[in-house]
């Protein structure tokens, strides 16, 4: 009945539409296609998908995709809903219905029930029973598939930098100061001009919905419980306006802006950002070309029966998650781009992916309001430096010229205790960013788990605020923490048991 209605006002509705192209859409709603018809066009001359519940033909599209015509050739004919859901939003197709005709509705019978997704059900000790972030990840192995867990998990290379990132925290040491009145403490701080509870965002970290059905929605909630600013992904399982629906009033986003090749779509995204209230542009810079995460390549590639030989793939086995989602960045941006940038919004632009104090001044001298003192999660360049130890040598060159308090730094990777937020905070740093543990968190227990890890991470910091004698975050100083061996990669250091009992190398997967 709803469909007969919604015919009759295609033809009753004044509209520009020719008569010709409704015929044609009223015929594709009523036609009732079997699989066994979708199966027949299994070619790169006639590829049709089923996608929930209904069949489009993507032989055009196909090789304008970003992520490459091979993954949709390799659909050609098949139900490819259960992929589709790790990638992308139910309401992908709106925005390309001239590229993508619907060519029928799939027949009932013929629709699986959804009884697969990338979250495998598993046994989990109860929320509560977890006592800090590193607890997470072992109940997120359990839950997750294993291409997902290698996606998230994955570094470069030998995947040095990834374990260095904890590991330098494991260099500074703290200063206790005694004899202080730290009965009131106040763990809030303000990131231009808007507070938070404590110094602490979510990373945008692309494919939410690899941990959970409920995706970058789970982020949204526990930011928004913990009263703390989300950074939401260019590259997200939802889009910005699904994400920001659930925000509680009152709550801020930042956006994360991988830039497009194509201009006119990065000002399209911007712009729908400004249009959900986001504040802030984190822009980044550090990835020109996605690095070898060899866990992510293996573990992507699914040896899937295909009807012919790809001249696309030119030998790369898919390449992993990250090179399909990363095409569409433009490995051309520099500096000039960010007064561009400027132009084309009103949010605070931040430079992420800052790894020296050389560039650290140039984004200070081009404009930028704030920078992420970042290398990617260990996943672009190995043997890069981590973001703790990169952090003094910027705040002390933007010291030397002029720019201490004018530009606001940030920083991520590898914080998993409270204390790796009072050491980054006493180093320099005004906030900073934590990815994977909310992925972990998310992964096994939705929003209650991404509230729970912040709420850990926030009393850790409380408790290292009181015993360090500080009452108040901007009382936090270098005085209050040591850094000799921070720079030497090879001494002593104490040994992570959390951290490594939870690290997975690439032989273990």
């Known amino acids: 009945r709803p469909r007969a209605n919604h015919i009759h006002r295609l033809f009753t509705t004044p509209t ?31 590829c049709w998908i089923a996608v929930h519940g209904k069949v489009y033909d993507l032989t055009k599209f196909a090789h304008e995709h970003p992520g490459g015509s091979h993954i949709l050739f390799n659909l050609a004919g098949k139900d490819g809903s259960r992929i589709f859901d790790t990638i992308h939003t139910p309401d992908i197709f709106d925005g390309y219905k001239e590229e993508v005709p619907m060519v029928g509705e799939l027949d009932p019978k013929d629709i699986k029930q959804k009884d697969e997704s990338a979250v495998k059900k598993g046994e989990k000790p109860p929320l509560e029973y977890l006592l800090n972030a590193f607890e997470f990840e072992q109940v997120a192995k359990d839950c997750m598939s294993a291409p997902a867990y290698a996606y998230i998990s994955s570094g470069s290379d030998d995947e040095v930098t990834l374990r260095e990132n904890h590991h330098a925290f494991g260099r500074v040491w703290l200063k206790p100061r005694v004899m202080v009145n730290v009965r009131e403490i106040d763990t809030s701080c303000e990131v231009f001009g808007y507070k938070m509870a404590f110094p602490v965002m979510i990373a945008p970290t692309a494919l939410a919905k690899l941990a959970h059905p409920d995706g970058e929605k789970c982020y949204c909630i526990g930011a928004g419980n913990q009263k703390i600013i989300q950074v939401i992904p260019t590259l997200g399982s939802l889009t910005v306006e699904e994400i920001t629906a659930v925000k509680q009033p009152g709550q801020i986003h930042f956006m994360q802006l991988y830039v497009n090749t194509d201009r006119k779509k990065t000002e399209n995204l911007v712009r729908r950002a400004e249009k959900c209230g986001c504040k802030a542009l984190f822009v980044t810079v550090d990835a020109p070309q996605m690095g070898r995460r060899e866990k992510d390549m293996r573990m992507k590639y699914v040896p899937e029966a295909t009807n ?27 500096w000039a781009d960010i007064a561009a940038l400027k132009k084309m919004t009103s949010m ?62 940030f920083m991520d990777g590898g914080v998993r205790r409270g204390t790796d937020v009072f050491k980054a905070i006493a180093l320099g740093a005004k906030a900073v960013l934590v990815g994977r543990p909310s992925i972990y968190a998310a992964a096994g227990y939705g929003a209650k788990g991404v509230t729970r890890v912040l709420q850990l991470l926030k009393d850790e910091f409380r408790t290292a605020m009181m015993l360090c004698g500080t009452t108040r975050v901007n009382e936090i100083n270098d005085t209050m923490v040591t850094m000799k061996s921070l720079h030497h990669h090879y001494v002593a250091s104490p040994r992570a048991d959390m951290y490594e009992y939870g690290y997975t190398p690439f032989s273990k997967l």
Not at 20 to 45: D, G, Q, R, T, W
Not at 356 to 382: F, M, P, T, W
Request: proline share 2%; with cysteine; charged share 25%.
């Open 16 to 46: 520009k539409i020719s008569s010709e192209v409704v015929v044609k859409k009223v015929a594709a709603m009523s036609k009732v296609i079997p699989l066994s018809e979708v199966a027949k066009h299994n070619k790169k001359s006639d």
């Open 308 to 334: 012919q030989e790809d001249d696309d793939q030119e030998g790369n086995r898919g390449g992993g998650t990250a090179n399909y989602l990363s095409s569409f960045i433009d490995p051309a941006l520099n």
């Open 348 to 409: 605070k632009i931040v430079i992420k992916g800052i790894q020296c104090a050389e560039d650290a001044v140039l984004a200070y001298k081009h404009g930028a309001h704030g920078i992420v003192v970042s290398n990617h999660g260990g996943r672009q360049l190995d043997y890069s430096r981590s973001g703790i130890e990169t952090l003094p040598e910027v705040m002390q060159a933007l010291k030397k010229c002029g720019a201490e308090g004018k530009m606001e730094v």
